[in-house]
């Protein structure tokens, strides 16, 4: 299935409905970084996230030292941020922590 890249508009609807996540132009993608209480806490974050990216065959570029967990989400096929990281930007935000 073809992925479309969301053009200038979408993608400012897209971070007023996403206000943790932020757009990374060199990237073109979204940014959100999490902490946590220790590497537990965040290493099981990362676990419950790695499901629901295989789930939608979507995979998040990330990185995490001790408690922290930043997430890149952009769909390389697109050329840049497409509905595919929108849905899982948003899958991802419900499930992790409020505070």
């Known amino acids: 299935m073809q ?6 508009a979408d993608r400012a609807a ?3 409905q996403l206000p943790l996540w ?7 993608g979204i940014r959100r970084t999490l902490r946590f209480a220790d590497f537990a806490e965040a ?16 995979h998040p570029e990330w990185f995490n030292v001790y408690n922290r967990v930043e997430i890149l989400l ?8 497409s509905r ?8 991802i935000d419900a499930i992790a922590p409020t505070a």
């Open 74 to 81: 952009t769909t390389h096929d697109a050329g840049g941020l």
């Open 3 to 8: 992925v479309s890249r969301l053009d200038e």
């Open 84 to 91: 595919r990281d929108v849905d899982l930007a948003s899958a």
């Open 43 to 58: 290493f099981g974050f990362m676990a419950r996230v790695a499901v629901l990216a295989e789930k939608a065959d979507h």
């Open 14 to 16: 897209v971070l007023e």
């Open 22 to 28: 932020s757009y990374d132009a060199d990237a073109k």
